[in-house]
């Protein structure tokens, strides 16, 4: 079975650009996580997909970052402009099956620097 | 509110040695809890997970984790460290939110392990 799949796996950009990740869950499965993971912290979660629904955006710093899960499936974070704080490590996740305490498995994260 | 606490954010141990990462965690909610392994560069494993059956709960790579409810912990053991064994482990619990769970994680226990 494949995994979360994350792209790009490194990105480098300047302060107040923009930058777009991709992430493709686990077939199948229903729920669709985006992490925000910073130097030296454990993941912090940004934004919860429920198939094509939002169902927790509320870590998401919504004046700079915007999420969305077209038809379910494969989902794309966007931050636009970017800030120096913004480096970090993105993590996505899914799991299944719906509701429950389930586990969540995580892609290889796309790590980006903000100049 | 739930939390999680790890203990110690380096431990060191020598090639052989008992490995023993701490985990304290609030919980309003009977818990579910999970330990998680990260490798350099990659995203995060499941190493165990704590689900309200067996409260010693055996994983992969010879880890294992007791969860003590008086004690509110979930520690995670292995007999005899490895040298592969190095990396940043992070404990998790998981918070009801809105009908859906969020995974909430410690701050994480990066492991070394020396000759």
């Known amino acids: 079975e494949a995994g979360v799949a994350q792209s790009p796996r490194y990105k480098i950009i300047e302060k107040r650009q923009s930058v777009a990740f991709w992430c493709n869950p686990i077939?199948?499965?229903?729920?669709l996580y985006w992490y925000q993971q910073i130097l030296g912290q454990g993941p912090k979660l940004l934004i919860q997909?429920?198939?094509?629904?939002?169902?927790?955006d509320s870590q998401l710093p919504k004046d700079r970052f915007s999420a969305e899960r077209l038809k379910g499936v494969d989902s794309t974070l966007k931050i636009q402009p970017a800030k120096l704080e913004d480096s970090a490590v993105y993590l996505c996740?899914?799991?299944?099956?719906?509701?429950?305490?389930?586990?969540?498995?995580f892609g290889p994260g796309t790590r980006l620097l903000v100049l | 509110a739930q939390s999680v606490t790890q203990l110690g954010s380096h431990v060191s141990v020598s090639e052989g040695a008992l490995v023993l990462l701490r985990c304290n965690y609030s919980?309003?909610?009977?818990?579910?809890l999970f330990w998680y392994v990260q490798y350099p560069n990659q995203g995060l494993q499941l190493l165990l997970k704590y689900t309200s059956a067996a409260t010693l709960v055996k994983g992969i790579n010879g880890f294992e984790a007791e969860f003590k409810k008086s004690e509110t912990s979930f520690h995670l053991t292995k007999p005899s460290a490895h040298m592969s064994d190095a990396a940043e482990y992070f404990c998790?619990?998981?918070?009801?939110?809105?009908?859906?769970?969020?995974?909430?994680f410690g701050a994480g226990t990066r492991l070394a392990v020396h000759p």
């Open positions: 996740a899914s799991s299944s099956p719906l509701g429950g305490r389930e586990t969540q498995y």
């Open positions: 997909f429920q198939n094509n629904g939002v169902v927790d």
């Open positions: 998790a619990v998981t918070l009801p939110s809105g009908g859906y769970n969020k995974l909430i």
């Open positions: 077939s199948g499965h229903a729920t």
């Open positions: 919980s309003s909610v009977p818990p579910y």
